[in-house]
């Protein structure tokens, strides 16, 4: 795949004063330390690119919702220095927040680049941002940050609790040194799917000048154009989104049993602690800070997460459970590192759920999850120090809560964190029992209260899926996004029947399908890339020949009016695939995946069998609406621009319909005036 580079078409923000800073003096990073500064560009230019030829068949189908052409080609730019701006003082805040610094001291200001020395108080921004710590020591997400050459990676998002850069007493220092810390822009990608989908839209910090005109104004308030970031509670912050933003303040109780479960004094065996808790309690952000606190206080050099939530994973999209090995810190939303290829990790195993809960089907659920951890206590035969972090669904009621009862009861769990102090009764009741039945404490602590996100558990489900189709090849280790849309994305071309067939079966999960109608409910629709390693795994004689559809589709027969799930013990997840399309003349799948070409090479290398599966994940109708996005995208930009004149070339409810002529899965009704489709056939008459 052709790798994109950002482009930057915003808007001109508003002013983005600093609190209560003073300019000492100005100073040049050392090139030998590693803060990542490359510059995209800010031209955007149309390119035709040639669509895959089986992305086009003659019939009708949800597939075509899916087809389009034109691309975006972007040039680079170089970087460049700007005068140092006089700053005044911050105005009055618009949402006080304890977490806000009142005093700390600018050294250092360039282009992209804020050396800040801090006092007592902790420092909050919003975007994208490395910080390297150049003296004493800081607190962000659990982690502490020493003095060192490295710079770590912040995303910063409005959807989430603001990561809180705390000044702390260095260890290893003198006790009165100052905290100096440098804050450099870095750009990813992942601003710009807000072309492909308006979820991703003022999320960040807006703190960028498009017009090229870079102007060093006497009272500081023209931000500068290639920072990513702002401080919180500065005018320009306001700009980014109507919703509250929240500095992630620990609730009491918290820091002490983040410090209790990663003190240095080694365990025997290693801290292995489960966190489960109500949906929308905090669960998640305590254990982003229990696995960075993991890394940082434990003299480990890694630890492991197991993962299985699978409605809101940490590392993988939705529909998947995994064990992940950590040996870095990360800061941010899961929807900012939805896949194991990021710097610093690495994929042990993963299994395909096919749903974003485990009520479908609870028992292989479990059976998933003991799976991953018997790999696990492989793992500790070679690093007996390592710790272990899980991370549980928020499905605490009903089965949900004799799921979990099983779990505390089958694992050999050395703590059980519940993240409430306020019940429900009966289920602290019940895993009290559990506990105390394996004497393991368990720990209860207050929610985290957020006040009314900007995004749903819905919504962030559906940007991280998004996120996950939209990972271009890393750069230096970290991850990169490109803004194409789906359509116009190259697809992997994996052939289903003939003497180069490359996938065994496909398997459909729950209810029996009538295989005339397999076909259609594949089109269009995500499904889980799944290694059978024995045939054990395959619930039917696999010396029978498999049966196949009249289009040739080879596809895994049910059992009783229902198809059982592939065996987690000989089977094992390489991620996830959107069907574009399905060429019944090569017998050829389209599919849209960020998997590397070289692990479908080495299944077939190793004569393994790929089998896709189709669960009950949601149907993503945001890779529908993309190329309709990315017009509406271009248009608006070119009114903004001044190329077109918005009286004629302002996107209308005209628009829209003639869009979706030729889609016969997409209605034209919208919100409001109608503008955006939101409705999605699904009847496969």
């Not at 983005?16 to 590693?34: F, T, W």
């Not at 602690?273 to 949906?279: D, E, M, N, S």
């Not at 289009?551 to 991620?575: C, D, K, M, V, W």
Request: a neutral charge; aromatic letters at 6%; hydrophobic letters at 30%.
């Amino acid at each position: 795949m052709e790798q994109k580079r950002e482009s930057r078409v915003d808007g001109r923000p508003p002013t983005c004063p600093v609190s209560a800073v003073r300019i000492i003096s100005e100073r040049k990073l050392h090139e030998n330390y590693h803060l990542d500064t490359s510059e995209q560009t800010d031209d955007v230019t149309n390119a035709n690119q040639t669509s895959d030829p089986g992305a086009n068949r003659p019939i009708q189908s949800r597939s075509q919702a899916l087809q389009g052409s034109g691309d975006q080609s972007i040039k680079g730019n170089t970087n460049r220095l700007i005068d140092r701006p006089v700053l005044k003082d911050r105005e009055a805040p618009q949402q006080p927040s304890t977490s806000i610094p009142s005093q700390h001291t600018m050294t250092s200001t360039l282009e992209d680049t804020l050396t800040v020395r801090l006092d007592d108080n902790p420092l909050t921004l919003i975007g994208q941002y490395q910080i390297w710590v150049r003296k004493g020591a800081v607190s962000v997400l659990g982690a502490t940050l020493h003095p060192s050459s490295a710079a770590y990676r912040v995303f910063a998002p409005s959807t989430h609790s603001l990561p809180v850069i705390r000044p702390i007493r260095n260890p290893f220092g003198p006790a009165e040194q100052p905290v100096e810390i440098t804050i450099v822009s870095f750009r990813s990608g992942i601003r710009w799917l807000k072309q492909v989908s308006p979820h991703f839209g003022r999320i960040w910090s807006t703190a960028i000048n498009v017009s090229g005109d870079i102007t060093n104004q006497a009272n500081g308030t023209e931000p500068c154009r290639r920072r990513t970031y702002s401080i919180l509670n500065t005018p320009s912050v306001s700009y980014v989104s109507k919703g509250p933003l929240n500095p992630l303040d620990l609730p009491t109780g918290w820091q002490p049993l983040l410090t209790s479960l990663t003190s240095r004094n080694q365990r025997k065996p290693p801290t292995i602690a489960l966190v489960c808790g109500p949906k929308g309690s905090g669960k998640s952000s305590f254990v982003r800070m229990l696995s960075n606190g993991s890394i940082d206080t434990r003299g480990a050099r890694f630890m492991a997460l197991l993962d299985i939530d699978p409605g809101q994973p940490e590392f993988s999209p939705p529909g998947e459970v995994s064990l992940v090995q950590i040996s870095s810190f990360h800061f941010g939303p899961p929807y900012c590192h939805p896949s194991t290829s990021g710097q610093g990790l690495t994929l042990i195993r993963s299994h395909h759920i096919g749903a974003t809960s485990p009520r479908d089907d609870p028992q292989h659920y479990l059976q998933c999850v003991l799976e991953l951890f018997k790999h696990y206590k492989q793992l500790l035969v070679q690093h007996p120090s390592c710790p272990l972090v899980v991370n549980t669904a928020g499905w605490i009621q009903g089965r949900g809560l004799e799921l979990l009862f099983d779990l505390i009861q089958r694992l050999d769990l050395t703590d059980v964190v519940y993240t409430s102090t306020a019940g429900p009764p009966e289920v602290v009741d019940s895993i009290n029992q559990a506990t105390e039945a394996r004497s393991t404490p368990l720990h209860l602590i207050p929610s985290q209260p957020v006040e009314a996100p900007s995004r749903d558990a819905t919504d962030l489900r559906m940007m991280q899926t998004l996120s996950y189709f939209h990972l271009d090849e890393p750069e230096m280790g970290h991850l990169r996004w490109d803004p194409t849309s789906i359509q116009e994305m190259a697809t992997e071309r994996i052939r289903y029947a003939g003497p180069e067939q490359s996938i065994y079966a496909v398997q459909l999960l729950g209810p029996e399908v009538d295989p005339e109608f397999l076909i259609q409910v594949l089109e269009g629709c995500v499904v889980g890339l799944v290694v059978v390693e024995n045939d054990t795994a395959l619930h039917f004689d696999h010396l029978s020949p498999l049966p196949r559809t009249s289009e040739q589709i080879p596809y895994i027969p049910s059992l009783a009016q229902t198809t059982p799930p592939l065996s987690p013990f000989h089977s094992h997840s390489l991620g996830q695939g959107l069907i574009r399309s399905i060429d019944t003349i090569s017998h050829t799948f389209h599919l849209v995946t960020p998997v590397p070409h070289s692990i479908f090479a080495s299944v077939c290398t190793q004569q393994s069998k790929l089998v896709l599966v189709r669960g009950s994940l949601d149907t993503p109708a945001w890779a529908y609406k993309e190329d309709l996005y990315k017009q509406m995208y271009r248009r608006k930009q070119m009114v903004k621009e001044g190329v077109a004149d918005e009286g004629t070339q302002k996107w209308t409810r005209e628009d829209t319909k003639n869009w979706a002529d030729g889609r016969p899965w997409m209605h034209a009704d919208g919100r409001r005036n109608g503008e955006r489709p939101k409705r999605l056939r699904r009847d496969l008459k």
